[in-house]
């Protein structure tokens, strides 16, 4: 047996963790990042654990042990990597609290170069969002315009562009493009193992969720197909896996069940061309 504090003890906690989370098992999740805690691990690592302890208790609805376990990080492990991902979850906190204010003073702390080259989409979009519910439609705009200009691929842009962005949707001149609105997200790119029906008529999936991890997606997939989604499957990208539903011959269709799997899983799944 690997002694306590060994390499092999805080990996295997952290994947468990990981399997938890996406399962939503987030009591147990905690419970395995905590373990892993308690190991010997560098910087980046226990404030990785800290970030996936806090968005845990935030799902459970514990605000304020999620803010602890966020603030951690800002406090302890500023240097790390995950520095950025700590401001977004102090962000979202304090955005379900109705704390518009503290909510974007986090969300603009989060955006350093790199984030912003790697998650800048996701930053706008939320502040975009808090802007709005603080009654500033000109600074909701200028945020979604640049969404659109600076990151067109995005699943953010798409949502502008489908009109279930914040205010500047409307405003907006490319949100009636439909060669963008059909544009996937990076990461997500369409595999060639992917058939269509025998003809040229585009086709339509859900996406749910995207992982590094095979297993974890195979996971995921066989517990949606579990939940009456039997359509459910993997598919491989180039920097990782996507859990996918269908195909549908409509995009009506499509976003009828993704609309179901949101109620399900409590995500953000959209609609995707094939």
Not at 123 to 150: H, S
Not at 172 to 178: D, E, I, L, V
Request: with cysteine; glycine share 6%; hydrophobic share 35%.
């Amino acid at each position: 047996m690997a002694a306590a504090g060994s390499p092999f003890v805080f990996a295997g906690e952290m994947d468990n963790g990981e399997s938890f989370f996406l399962q939503k098992q987030y009591t147990r999740a905690v419970e395995c990042y905590r373990k892993a805690l308690d190991s010997k691990l560098n910087d980046n690592n226990r404030a990785l654990c800290w970030l996936m302890v806090g968005r845990s208790y935030a799902q459970l609805g514990h605000y304020e042990d999620a803010r602890i376990s966020f603030m951690n990080i800002v406090n302890l492990y500023s240097k790390t990597d995950w520095l950025p991902e700590a401001y977004i979850g102090l962000g979202d906190i304090n955005f379900k609290a109705k704390k518009y204010s503290e909510a974007l003073k986090h969300y603009r702390n989060s955006q350093t170069a790199t984030f912003m080259n790697r998650s800048g989409s996701r930053v706008l979009y939320k502040i975009a969002k808090t802007q709005k519910n603080l009654g500033n439609k000109k600074e909701a705009a200028d945020c979604e315009n640049r969404i659109l200009k600076e990151y067109p691929r995005s699943l953010e842009a798409r949502l502008i562009m489908k009109g279930s962005g914040s205010s500047a949707s409307s405003a907006s001149a490319p949100a009636k493009n439909p060669t963008q609105a059909s544009s996937q997200s990076s990461g997500t790119k369409t595999s060639p193992a992917v058939k269509s029906s025998g003809n040229s008529k585009t086709q339509f999936a859900v996406q749910v969720s995207y992982t590094a991890k095979q297993d974890l997606a195979n996971n995921y997939a066989a517990q949606l197909k579990k939940k009456g989604f039997a359509k459910a499957y993997v598919r491989k990208g180039t920097k990782g896996y996507s859990v996918l539903i269908g195909n549908y011959a409509t995009k009506s269709e499509a976003q009828s069940v993704c609309d179901k799997v949101r109620k399900s899983e409590k995500n953000d799944s959209y609609v995707i061309s094939l």
